[in-house]
């Protein structure tokens, strides 16, 4: 049973336009998610994160929403670039471990066209 | 670099091997963590180890698969007696202390068993 998912497998967006990636878990216990961007042949890096107690972070061109009530997150790119092409996880601490065991979507690809 | 290194980035095995895979962390990161992804699925969590001691190996898939780490630094991932279902991207992360959700990721050792 897959306790976060990322139903889209791919986005492709138009350069200087909105992106929106979505996440979808399972369990109202979890308190922290995050998102992490991979590019091919690299690991991922980390991105941005909110915890439950809040409903939005924003970190320059990148913003985070969290819908509690719907057990959603979403990722916001504004406006994109190129360069963000990439494959973007949304991960949870899936509730409350003391330490940063995740667990991760299966990952969206982004292709942002010039 | 002061990155996260693995090492090798590609393996090639026969079924019934053995396999190592290393990783070296950022220096002064005491957490460090052993994901895998295998084709089309998010990271897989395997195990956590803080300083030399794995607190937590729940994600191991069976006993053919170990992990240890010396001096507080470098790891070394074991798979004994490979199977074609092990083929995957084995990723290594690490982390400080109270940073545990940043975690920074190596490039991954593609392992593929025929």
């Known amino acids: 049973d897959q306790q976060v998912k990322q139903n889209s497998p791919s986005l492709s967006v138009q350069e200087g336009r909105i992106s929106i990636l979505n996440c979808d878990y399972t369990n109202s216990m979890f308190d922290y998610f995050l998102w992490y961007k991979k590019y091919p042949a690299e690991g991922p890096t980390f991105l941005i994160s909110i915890s439950s107690i809040k409903d939005k972070n924003e970190d320059g061109r990148f913003t985070v929403f969290l819908n509690k009530s719907a057990k959603h997150l979403s990722l916001h790119i504004v406006p994109s670039q190129p360069g963000d092409s990439a494959v973007y996880f949304c991960?949870?601490?899936?509730?409350?471990?003391?330490?940063?065991?995740?667990?991760f979507g299966q990952g969206t690809i982004l292709t942002v066209h010039p | 670099g002061a990155g996260v290194s693995q090492s090798p980035s590609n393996k090639v095995t026969e079924k019934g091997k053995d396999v190592e895979l290393r990783c070296d962390p950022i220096?002064?990161?005491?957490?460090l963590y052993w994901y895998r992804q295998s084709l089309g699925q998010g990271l897989e969590f395997l195990i956590y180890?803080?300083?030399?001691?794995?607190?937590?190996k729940s994600g191991l898939p069976s006993d053919r698969f170990s992990a240890e780490r010396t001096g507080g630094s470098v790891s070394t991932l074991t798979i004994q007696r490979t199977q074609q279902e092990d083929s995957a991207v084995y990723l290594c992360a690490s982390s400080l202390v109270g940073s545990e959700y940043e975690q920074y990721f190596g490039p991954g050792t593609r392992l593929t068993v025929t």
């Open positions: 220096s002064g990161h005491t957490a």
């Open positions: 180890f803080q300083g030399n001691s794995a607190p937590d």
């Open positions: 991960a949870t601490n899936a509730g409350g471990t003391s330490y940063g065991k995740l667990t």
